[in-house]
């Protein structure tokens, strides 16, 4: 099989379902955010985060995956077919898990903090702020995206945030007040 098709060389895409549509798509759109949040969490990987924080992004990661499937499946019935596609408020109870987890490492916050720190931390912020850009293009979704999805990417981007700080708490480096 070869990476290139040349069948979006006019601008369109094909949906699971095999519909054509535009690049521009609100849905390809909103895809195609979660996308690049999961090569920012790749990028994030690279820089060795310690195994648990790995195999935490790992799962993230293949989440995205599945959120992105959902996306290109206008007729909503990938998910029903396919286990690895489907997410439920199981997933969204295991991201707010983590950031319990994850929270008790650090110290209180009681300020704003300024994104950056180290690499990975500041990839982490990245990625969180990309996160909530693929939140507004999938809340802005007609129809609206199932609302286990949008609770998802919105405790997503919290634990983002989280985990952002715990890797700079982790490597020494203070966090900078606003």
């Not at 909103?30 to 090569?39: M, R």
Request: glycine letters at 8%; hydrophobic letters at 45%; one cysteine or more.
């Amino acid at each position: 099989m070869k990476i290139y098709t040349r069948t979006g060389d006019g601008g369109e895409t094909s949906l699971f379902d095999g519909t054509r549509v535009s690049k521009a798509d609100s849905r390809v759109d909103a895809y195609g955010e979660v996308d690049e949040l999961n090569a920012w969490l790749g990028f994030a990987r690279a820089s060795r985060l310690g195994a648990d924080l790995d195999e935490a992004l790992v799962h993230i990661q293949r989440d995205l995956f599945a959120l992105g499937a959902q996306r290109a499946d206008p007729a909503d019935k990938i998910a029903a077919r396919v286990t690895k596609v489907s997410l439920g408020e199981v997933d969204v109870e295991r991201l707010e898990q983590l950031i319990d987890r994850l929270e008790a490492e650090l110290p209180p916050l009681r300020r704003f903090i300024l994104a950056g720190g180290a690499p990975p931390g500041a990839a982490l912020h990245v990625a969180r702020t990309v996160c909530r850009r693929a939140e507004r293009r999938i809340v802005a979704l007609q129809p609206p995206a199932d609302p286990v999805l949008v609770r998802y990417v919105n405790r997503l981007s919290d634990l983002l945030f989280v985990l952002a700080r715990v890797v700079n708490h982790r490597a020494g480096i203070p966090e900078t007040e606003w």
